[in-house]
């Protein structure tokens, strides 16, 4: 019986491959999640019945289309722009948008794919989804960034709704370019129409804490791993890659919680000050500024900056990984383990390689995987979708205990979970179970769809 279920897993991955070749970030996230699934297909024969996996490896619509944009020397620059609207069983397709070179439809899918799960683990009303574009925005006027957007929005607005598709930010698309991406959705559809798009602005239908809500959320669900084992956030040395939206508010949170950050990085080197990092100098660097991280150090001499390097052997209790997919590797995380690290909370997606993620467990490392650990800001953006429904705003303290309160509860199902299943204390298998039982179940109680 058990290896039925193992073989028929195996099979199903493999036509996978077969069906979307070329596209090796999907065929990872998927392997990873059937990885957790044979005791799922075993308490559950009816998810085979019903074709659930194969179903559920299917994108419900993927929709690629062409951006064209004129840069301000007046010359035609083309890109193309993606959205895969993966699943809607348990709401309208939820997730965000990415802008980087790398992006073709294997990063899209594999993020689309993470986000069913992840949304269905908030336990909130939201299907899964991503898009994004091959667009670089790094050293782009304002100007270009307002006519990308526009161009990519009249491609895309048809497919968009409050109740069927709403898109949020990622790498590469913050604050500024949801305005952009809002405003053209508006003027081409005449309606003011706020819960189309999360990660708004304050000033127009943002919510407070949504900008800080996956960082703020990774540690919140790192101090449940931590406090189920008896410790603490409290005086641990912690490192921090990435330096974008989601390391800057993890920091913060560190901080807040008595944690002392001594290194984060940017896509070109990392920075290690010993002295705990300036994190207000960060957000003028990154935030104003959008310069890199290199300028640290010549504000502050102590410290050090290290170009075309990763961070993961400065010594540390507790690492994040924030920046992007598979940036921590088989040998990074030996030499985690090796230097004493006790936990690893991913607040990137899939930012741990498989060999990575074996090491860390093997170990005995709390573990806690993008799934659960990142999913505090598409949380946060159904709280802002509740809020523009009923034309509400909360305040920062209220918003930011319910973020807390759920990630509590998303810690709580994968631990329960995990032990349910035969595997306590493994985040990954209980959050991929979890997060698959919630979809599979509504997918069954809609009928063929
Ligand atoms: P940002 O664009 O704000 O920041 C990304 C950071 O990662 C930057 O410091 C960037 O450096 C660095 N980076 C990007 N690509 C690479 C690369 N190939 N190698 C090394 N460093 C790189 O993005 P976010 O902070 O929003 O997103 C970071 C991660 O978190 C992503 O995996 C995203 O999918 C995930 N995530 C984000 C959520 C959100 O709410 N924003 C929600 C859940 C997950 P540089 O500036 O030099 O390019």
């Known amino acids: 019986m058990n290896k039925t279920s193992d073989s028929t897993l195996n099979s199903l991955y493999h036509a996978v491959v077969k069906r979307n070749p070329g596209e090796s970030e999907f065929h990872q996230a998927v392997r990873e999640v059937f ?47 993606f959205r895969v609207q993966f699943n809607s069983a348990l709401g309208p397709f939820k997730g965000g948008l990415r802008f980087h070179p790398s992006v073709y439809l294997g990063i899209i899918k594999f993020l689309g794919f993470e ?179 290199e300028e640290y150090v010549a504000h502050h001499k102590r410290a050090s900056y290290t170009p075309n390097r990763r961070l993961w052997h400065v010594p540390c209790q507790i690492a994040l990984p924030c920046a992007t997919q598979n940036e921590l590797g088989g040998d990074d995380a030996t030499t985690l383990v090796q230097n004493g690290c006790i936990a690893v909370a991913e607040g990137a997606n899939m930012p741990v390689t498989p060999d990575g993620m074996r090491i860390l467990l093997n170990a005995g490392i709390a573990f806690g995987p993008g799934k659960a650990a990142n999913a505090g800001g598409v949380a946060t953006s159904a709280l802002e979708m509740q809020q523009n429904a009923s034309r509400d705003t909360w305040d920062f303290e209220f918003t930011e205990t319910r973020l807390a309160e759920i990630m509590k509860g998303i810690h709580r199902r994968c631990h329960e979970t995990a032990e349910e299943f035969g595997t306590p204390g493994n985040y990954v298998k209980g959050a991929n179970t979890a997060g698959f039982i919630r979809v599979a179940r509504a997918m069954v109680a809609l009928g063929l769809i």
């Open 115 to 293: 986000q069913i799960f992840k949304n269905a683990l908030t336990g909130l009303p939201i299907g899964g989804a991503k898009g994004g574009s091959d667009f670089d925005p790094k050293g782009r006027s304002d100007d270009e960034i307002m006519r990308f957007c526009q161009s990519f929005m009249t491609a895309l607005h048809r497919n968009l709704g409050e109740h069927s598709d709403v898109p949020a930010g990622d790498i590469g698309v913050g604050t500024r370019e949801i305005g952009y991406l809002f405003g053209q959705y508006k003027r081409l559809t005449g309606r003011y129409e706020s819960g189309t798009f999360t990660g708004k602005g304050l000033d127009w239908g943002g919510a407070k804490v949504r900008k800080e809500a996956t960082g703020y959320g990774a540690v919140f669900f790192l101090r449940e791993m931590l406090a189920a084992r008896g410790d603490t956030i409290e005086g641990k040395t912690c490192i921090v890659s990435g330096a974008g939206n989601v390391a800057i508010y993890a920091i913060e949170k560190l901080q807040q919680l008595g944690g002392k950050v001594v290194a984060c990085s940017d896509s070109r080197g990392f920075i290690h000050d010993a002295h705990g990092l300036d994190l207000d100098l960060i957000k003028e660097i990154r935030e104003v500024e959008r310069h890199g991280i």
């Open 35 to 81: 990885d957790s699934l044979g005791p799922v297909l075993r308490k559950y024969p009816e998810f085979g019945t019903h074709k659930i996996i194969e179903r559920i490896c299917e994108p419900e619509r993927q929709i690629i289309f062409r951006v064209p944009w004129q840069d301000d020397a007046g010359q035609v620059q083309i890109n193309r722009g």
